[in-house]
């Protein structure tokens, strides 16, 4: 059985994803390692070639373009909840920053009035 390049993929767990897609559908699959860089200490030293065989190349990629149609989905779902935490979070820091410019006025008014009492202008009546 002769297999067949079906692709390239950066790392061990786009691997390892692209590989339980297709074991799924019942697809052999072989994973070879494939040191690209010569230098033994870059971040990225190895890829990874997903190998099928070549009579079920079709049905292969055809799986692949599902899974990262599923993953895109997943993802895009996943941005639209983050993206309503960071709106939320915003209003949130604009309300904080509210309350912190109330306060600054605030404790710059008791200063200035406290600081009148200890120098005479300001003469508080005792009963």
Known sequence: MTFVLLAKVPDRG???VAEEALVDRHIEVELRRV??????????????EIRVPEQDLQKAQEVLR??????EEALSQQAAVAGDG???????RGDA????WFLLVLLTFAVLF???IFSGLVRLRSF
């Open 14 to 16: 786009a691997a390892e």
């Open 35 to 48: 040191s690209s860089v010569p230098y033994f200490a870059t971040v990225s030293h190895e890829s990874y």
């Open 66 to 71: 599902l899974v990262e149609h599923q993953s």
């Open 86 to 92: 960071v709106e939320n979070a915003k209003v949130r």
């Open 97 to 100: 920053r509210r309350h912190l």
């Open 114 to 116: 406290v600081g009148s």
